[in-house]
């Protein structure tokens, strides 16, 4: 299979000739992989986690984003898409990779591995230019927009965008609103954010003010590169869901919006939604009152309160199936096992 | 005997209220409230001998000034803990008994961090390293009984404690510093994260000979972390940031060592400029590791030192 092109259009800043198209992971590898050592300019920055996760997914069958393969030609002229399909085919071992270096390495490190099913389509964008400080300029525009969320800051934008909190009966407040106009009872829409990053990182300690922002968003990509999307069987907004059915209890509502047990709640939760999620309310009270009981016999010192609270709320949610039906000496002498041992 | 340096306040009087009047350095000038002062910079010396008086204003936790603008105390309850209030802190330091304990200790610490801030400020960059260095073998004195307490295992406590107390230091000094940071600091992103050194220089030529130079001292991929970038900014494992500084010194201060890729005069083309890259980023490293001594202090309400 050769490259398939459907579209095609003038790009006037760069005036060159732009298609879309698709062909196969097999045809890549044979005609456009080879072209990666072709242009100088390469990037040499390689984000070994990042590309060791897109491997995994490439042999689960993910689609990749575009390759963008450009052409010099002095003279072009390509009046329909199919003029267009032709010349690329034809000098196909003259392209240059303008984007996507590290992503056809990644896809001929995956073509080794038994999995691997060449038939899955591969899309391109081809960008016939008539020099090459041309197609410089439109690699430089098109590697340097791309930066700048963070991904603490992609979570909050989506955690707003993407949960219809409207819908619930429990209130969701930002801080800016609880300054303006405090609700009584509104979760933190901070705190609900917080249990996202914890529930996608499968973390609960992913704060610490002495670590430089920089640092910590690359901790945190890396965190969620870890944890495997294909086990998510349970959706955050399930967790959202299940809060606001049992928020009509006053002290359920009230255990949950200290953030810590929070933050525990939405990792532990992971491992026992299909057992938490059939409680009836009364159950899953007593069993938030005996953990304040249980957790109040530890005495733990106050510079380290909240992180013992988010690690053995996760502990106590994670294992809810043998505590929640403990007493509370029990309990309370699991929880100090706990936290000596780690 | 002669103190080598003096501490003065900066901070006027009506600054202080009656509750954190007990971190001032002109009513409270025990070696706790100073070392902590002094490592977030708000805090005035005088040097002895030259009667120099300099300002300390540099907050190593945070060289990235992301926190210029809030107060110094304010600061601090941030990095003792985020679970506290100023009042709290303030009662720690209120507690005599935490206060004075160690004191032989801390003053030790106090007096080798001063050392380090005077030879920075005037930028003798290469003997201000050699005090971190010492500051940091001196902080090791309080860490087997961090690390006991951390691990409930007898047989790794027991493992550890032999190492370090048979002081056969060139075979287990690497080895016991990385196990310490990482049982200490389990849990913490820290962990994961890594210290960035940032070579700057005059120009390309001499940028690449520093780092090169990084380089040949520490020879081992393994210390550092993905974000480096060649020739512009060398990051280091937290992990592995003892190895690393434990590498420079032995590298540079001592030649001893056939057959090791010692750092030779021309490797450094400025031994000031070179540790001048180092001094900032291990100064950050040892107050992330003193502030967690400080907390195991105020949680156990117990002390450490000799």
Same mark, same amino acid.
């Given at each position: 299979m050769s490259i398939q092109i459907f579209n095609i259009a003038k790009d006037n800043v760069i005036n060159s000739y732009v298609g879309l198209g698709v062909s196969n992971y097999k045809n890549t590898l044979e005609n456009v992989y080879p072209l990666i050592n072709r242009f100088d300019a390469q990037r040499k920055f390689l984000d070994v986690k990042f590309y060791e996760r897109l491997e995994?997914?490439?042999?689960?069958?993910?689609?990749m984003p575009p390759i963008t393969v450009a052409f010099v030609e002095k003279d072009v002229k390509h009046a329909s898409a199919k003029d267009l399909e032709e010349y690329v085919n034809r000098n196909i071992s003259k392209g240059y990779i303008l984007d996507g270096i590290q992503r056809l390495s990644?896809?001929?490190?995956?073509? +080794?591995?038994d999995t691997f099913d060449n038939k899955k389509e591969m899309f391109?964008?081809?960008?016939?230019?008539?020099?090459?400080?041309?197609?410089? *300029?439109?690699?430089? +525009?098109?590697?340097?927009g791309q930066k700048g969320m963070t991904p603490r800051h992609q979570i909050e934008i989506l955690t707003q965008e993407l949960f219809d909190f409207k819908g619930l009966r429990a209130k969701v407040q930002t801080e800016k609103e609880k300054s303006e106009h405090p609700q009584k009872d509104a979760f933190s829409f901070g705190d609900i954010s917080r249990g996202y990053i914890a529930f996608l990182t499968a973390n609960v300690h992913n704060e610490n003010s002495k670590i430089i922002d920089e640092k910590m968003d690359q901790i945190l990509v890396g965190r969620i590169l870890d944890t495997d999307l294909n086990? *998510?069987?349970? %959706?955050?907004?399930? &967790?959202?869901?299940? &809060?606001?059915?049992?928020?009509?209890?006053?002290?359920?509502?009230?255990?949950? %919006?200290? @953030?810590?047990?929070?933050?525990?709640?939405?990792?532990?939760?992971?491992?026992?939604?299909?057992? &938490?999620?059939?409680?009836?309310?009364?159950? &899953? %009270?007593? @069993?938030?009152?005996?953990?304040?009981?249980?957790?109040?016999?530890?005495?733990?010192s106050k510079i380290n309160l909240g992180k013992y609270r988010r690690e053995l709320s996760r502990y106590y949610i994670e294992n809810a199936k043998s505590l929640f039906t403990q007493d509370v000496e029990f309990l309370a002498e699991k929880f100090s096992v706990e936290t000596i041992t780690e | 005997m002669i103190a080598p340096f003096e501490y003065i306040e900066i901070i006027e009087d009506e600054g202080f209220d009656e509750n954190t009047i007990n971190l001032s350095i002109a009513k409270n000038p025990t070696p706790k409230i100073i070392l902590l002062r002094g490592l977030i910079g708000s805090i005035k010396i005088k040097h002895y001998v030259t009667q120099t008086e300099f300002p300390q204003t540099i907050d190593y936790v945070d060289l990235n000034n992301r926190n210029t603008g809030i107060l110094p105390i304010e600061r601090l309850r941030g990095y003792v803990s985020s679970e506290i209030s100023i009042e709290d802190l303030c009662n720690i330091f209120r507690n005599k008994k935490f206060l004075h304990q160690n004191q032989h200790f801390f003053e030790r610490l106090v007096n080798e961090f001063s050392n380090y801030y005077y030879y920075e400020f005037k930028n003798s960059h290469t003997t201000a390293f050699a005090y971190l260095y010492r500051i940091l073998e001196t902080i090791s004195y309080s860490f087997p009984l961090i690390y006991s307490s951390k691990t409930d295992d007898f047989k790794e406590t027991y493992n550890f404690l032999k190492e370090w107390l048979s002081g056969n230091k060139d075979k287990g000094e690497l080895g016991f510093f990385k196990k310490f940071v990482k049982v200490t600091f389990s849990n913490d992103p820290l962990i994961e994260s890594s210290i960035t050194i940032d070579i700057n220089a005059p120009n390309e030529e001499i940028q690449q000979s520093f780092f090169d130079s990084f380089k040949k001292a520490c020879s081992d991929e393994s210390f550092f972390a993905e974000d480096t970038e060649e020739p512009r900014k060398l990051s280091v494992k937290f992990t592995e940031y003892s190895s690393f500084i434990i590498c420079l010194r032995n590298r540079f201060f001592h030649l001893l060592n056939s057959g090791q890729p010692n750092l030779q005069s021309e490797d450094i083309l400025d031994s000031d400029h070179f540790f001048s890259l180092v001094n900032k980023p291990t100064a950050y490293w040892l107050s992330l590791i003193l502030f967690e001594v400080f907390k195991h202090s105020i949680e156990n309400s117990i002390d450490i030192g000799e």
């Open positions: 995994r997914d490439i042999l689960k069958g993910c689609l990644t896809l001929f490190r995956a073509s +080794t591995k391109f964008n081809v960008i016939v230019a008539d020099n090459k400080d041309k197609l410089l *300029y439109r690699m430089i +525009t098109l590697n340097n086990t *998510y069987e349970l %959706q955050f907004n399930d &967790i959202i869901n299940f &809060i606001d059915k049992v928020s009509v209890s006053p002290n359920v509502r009230g255990w949950l %919006q200290v @953030a810590n047990n929070f933050i525990g709640f939405c990792v532990g939760i992971r491992k026992s939604h299909s057992y &938490i999620f059939q409680l009836p309310i009364e159950d &899953i %009270q007593t @069993a938030f009152e005996n953990f304040e009981i249980a957790f109040k016999i530890l005495n733990v | -």
